[in-house]
């Protein structure tokens, strides 16, 4: 008898215990650091006899992970982007950077200081918009192979049927192709192979209307700009840039746009011709807003869902800094 009744009281006890609350959904927590530096890796596209280098940042679980494709901008490398990459691998993902030859550092190393910018307007052509294109479906094929080699790094290391795309500049509008913009003529270079897609600094195309190009994107979106986001390059405007979120259709769809960020808000660091001091708080709005897309989309985390399409959002902006969703 008095062995019951002394187990009434400890249930009474832990009743009377509250739950300890579930942790706040938080992107800019950092997860548990890889256990080893970036690989370096070719990847040899023997179709077109090209070369593909790529730095991939593994996270620290060895369980098959999501995967996220990274395309520098013109003039850039895989050494680009390392403040995304190493934050999206600390929260459990696959980064891969990749490399495109033609567009990449060597248009301006191998030319004088006076010739770098013709080069470069030059090396943003037509052509090595579709070398960058089809090297993301070969990148992904050489994953999925090396994903089932014995032996290798990245062996059964990448979940493959969970792919975002992301990219900046050169690397927004390869980003766009191969993830659901239409081509005059209804020409379609998407990949369906990925899940969702973020682009940085991205623009309309140069000839035809906007909602012809992106009215049909069936994945989610997440478009980054800034206020101040122009190129020399090739004359791409604010207003191109902003133009493209408009003539999304509506579904799972994101729109940032920093306050007062110039077109190197998104990289590692200044460019020269920058006209403002940068703003630490443009990476730390980025890093939390892409995690949370990655999370939700690649992941399937409701709480990173409903982060996204909440007022939380605004606690990693600044003021005048816009969000919006459709």
Not at 6 to 27: F, H, R, S, T
Not at 222 to 239: A, Y
Not at 242 to 267: I, N, Q, R, T
Not at 293 to 305: I, Q, V
Request: hydrophobic content about 40%; some cysteine; charged content about 20%.
């Amino acid at each position: 008898m008095v062995h019951m009744r002394w187990l009434c009281w400890v249930a009474v006890l832990l009743l009377a215990i509250p739950n300890q609350a579930k942790a706040e959904y938080d992107p800019l927590k950092v997860g548990e650091k890889p256990t080893q530096a970036p690989i370096n890796l070719d990847i040899n596209d023997s179709k077109r006899s090209r070369k593909i280098p790529i730095k991939v940042y593994l996270p620290a679980s060895r369980e098959a992970a999501p995967v996220v494709l990274f395309s520098h901008g013109l003039g850039g490398s895989r050494d680009n982007g390392q403040y995304v990459a190493k934050h999206w691998s600390s929260r459990g993902y696959v980064v891969v950077m990749m490399q495109h030859l033609g567009s990449d550092e060597s248009v301006w190393k191998s030319t004088g200081l006076g010739q770098r910018l013709a080069a470069m307007k030059t090396a943003a052509s037509a052509e090595n918009f579709r070398l960058r294109v089809q090297d993301v479906p070969a990148v992904i094929d050489q994953l999925t192979q090396w994903n089932q080699t014995t032996g290798h790094p990245l062996e059964k290391r990448m979940d493959l049927k969970k792919i975002g795309m992301s990219g900046h500049s050169f690397g927004a509008v390869t980003t766009q192709a191969v993830s659901g913009q239409r081509f005059p003529l209804g020409v379609s270079l998407t990949d369906p192979r990925i899940t969702a897609a973020l682009a940085m600094s991205p623009s309309t195309p140069k000839a035809g209307n906007p909602n012809t190009a992106f009215g049909s994107v069936s994945i989610p979106w997440l478009l980054m700009t800034g206020t101040n986001d122009t190129s020399p390059i090739n004359d791409t405007t604010v207003e191109s840039r902003m133009a493209v979120y408009p003539a999304l259709p509506k579904g799972s769809k994101y729109e940032l746009v920093l306050e007062g960020a110039e077109h190197s808000a998104f990289s590692d660091r200044g460019l020269l011709g920058d006209r403002a001091k940068r703003n630490p708080n443009h990476h730390r709005a980025i890093l939390a807003l892409s995690t949370a897309f990655w999370d939700a989309y690649l992941t399937g985390s409701p709480e990173a869902r409903a982060w996204l399409d909440s007022d939380k959002v605004r606690t990693v902006l600044e003021t005048k800094d816009r969000w919006q969703r459709k």
